[in-house]
């Protein structure tokens, strides 16, 4: 089963840049779906961004204009480009993929925005 490691993830400013990145361990060559999603303490974890599998991205209100969502196929990897970060942003962000009918998910990489 093919797994998924984030990175990028760190101590921001608020008003500040990251990106995260997300490695498959092989070729994804189709998929119903794939994306990020972030967990803050205390809450349920929620979707951020996906792409489906006719490549259109979709973004959480909280975030549009703000984040987007892109993939490197000759690296197998997706990233989340993230600007003009909040203190609400603050969470676990967690990479998403959808082949079959259960997900895979990544480890998790910790976002934190100062204020």
């Known amino acids: 089963q093919v797994q998924l490691v984030e990175s990028g993830g760190g101590l921001v400013q608020s008003g500040g840049s990251l990106r995260l990145s997300c490695a498959a361990s092989?070729?994804?060559?189709?998929?119903?779906?794939m994306g990020w999603f972030r967990q803050a303490p205390g809450k349920q974890r929620q979707l951020v961004a996906l792409i489906n599998s006719g490549g259109t991205p979709d973004y959480a209100d909280s975030v549009k204009g703000r984040f987007a969502i892109f993939r490197d196929n000759a690296k197998n990897t997706m990233y989340l480009a993230m600007s003009s970060l909040k203190p609400e942003d603050t969470a676990v962000y967690y990479c998403?993929?959808?082949?079959?009918?259960?997900?895979?998910w990544g480890q998790g990489t910790q976002v934190t925005v100062s204020s």
């Open positions: 092989e070729t994804i060559f189709s998929f119903r779906a």
């Open positions: 998403y993929l959808l082949v079959g009918i259960n997900p895979t």
